[in-house]
């Protein structure tokens, strides 16, 4: 991390700009030459704990493949953590009665089973919760990117539910809203938009 000085011409007044180094500018996808762990491990504590450096540094367009690919693998750890947990812990019991019937026969089902079956739900949940998102964009902005950008906004903001997973129950509601906080700095960040 290098510490630039910049002036502000009207008040000459030295203000002090944090950046990354050109080297380093944005972790993921990694270069050629780095450490794909090393270039996860810092994707993942920038996104988590730096969201405005992070995504102030993400390229405006670049492919949706490196982006998913990291979002997955955070949501497959996510999963693994939650069978454990399913597995381990009791579950309360759902009254079909009272819920969808698709949604109380995901439930009932082993953890196994919804483990198995996360990377198609997270990938349908990135994808719409991203349209959802970039349809409210298009109406209420005049400056904003494209989807795909929007998409990936989301794919880096779901990093600390990784950390927070290991919390039975209250974990993965603390991480949501932790993600939804880095949400709106990335797409404030990444659209030009205002945070409200």
């Known amino acids: ?40 491990i810092r994707t993942w504590t920038e996104a988590s704990f730096h969201p405005k450096r992070f995504y102030a540094a993400m390229p405006a367009e670049a492919p949706l493949g490196p982006s998913m690919l990291y979002y997955l693998v955070v949501g497959v750890v ?3 953590i939650g069978m454990f947990w399913g597995i381990v812990l009791p579950q309360a019991e759902i009254d079909p009665a009272t819920v969808p019937n ?15 079956l996360s990377p198609i739900v997270q990938i349908i949940g990135l994808f719409v919760g991203a349209a959802v998102t970039h349809v409210m964009l298009l109406i209420l902005t005049t400056e904003r990117g494209s989807y795909s950008r929007t998409v990936r906004v989301y794919c880096f903001a779901h990093s600390p539910g990784m950390l927070l997973a290991v919390i039975p129950y209250a974990g993965v509601f603390i991480g949501g809203i932790w993600s939804l906080v880095i949400a709106i700095i990335g797409l404030h960040e990444a659209h030009r938009t205002t945070t409200g």
């Open 102 to 116: 698709a949604l109380a026969m995901a439930r009932s089902s082993s953890p196994l089973v919804g483990f198995l």
């Open 78 to 80: 996510i999963a693994a």
């Open 1 to 40: 991390m290098i510490e630039q000085t910049d002036f502000d011409v009207e008040g000459m007044k030295p203000e002090r700009v944090e950046t990354l180094s050109p080297a380093a500018a944005f972790p993921w996808p990694p270069a050629e030459d780095a450490s794909v762990v090393d270039a996860f």
